[in-house]
């Protein structure tokens, strides 16, 4: 497989872990995502392994209720470094929160780091 292909398949699994809203998928999901000591870092969170990712991507879901992770544009991706845009909002709708993601991938294809920026925010989130 290509480094682009790797990449994509990461991001993937990395948008349906922020997706899953049951909890035993959702740790699923992180777990198959991340590696069990991945670090994501953003203007609002600090967090190490799988258990602190999926708090934190739980609180994601009470503050944004109904709201789903999809991918804005085309991952980029060399080496084992990829970067990629997001963008969360109602099904179907505009997103109301745009991040970009720059993600590096492991060997096992789960993803070890992420540096995450935030594009657009709503007032008072």
Request: glycine share 10%.
């Amino acid at each position: 497989m290509t480094t682009a292909t790797l990449a994509t398949a990461a991001v993937q699994r990395y948008l349906a872990a922020w997706n899953a809203t049951d909890p035993a998928e959702r740790r699923a999901a992180v777990e198959a995502a991340f590696a069990p000591d991945a670090r994501y870092v953003d203007p609002l969170a600090d967090v190490t392994g799988t258990e602190a990712l999926d708090a934190l991507i739980a609180g994601v879901h009470q503050q944004f209720p109904g709201m789903r992770f999809v991918p804005v544009g085309d991952v980029d991706a060399h080496h084992d470094v990829c970067r990629f845009r997001w963008g969360l909002g109602p099904e179907g709708a505009q997103p109301v929160v745009i991040g970009f993601d720059v993600a590096t991938v492991g060997p096992d294809g789960r993803i070890t780091g992420v540096q995450g920026f935030l594009d657009k925010v709503p007032a008072g989130a």
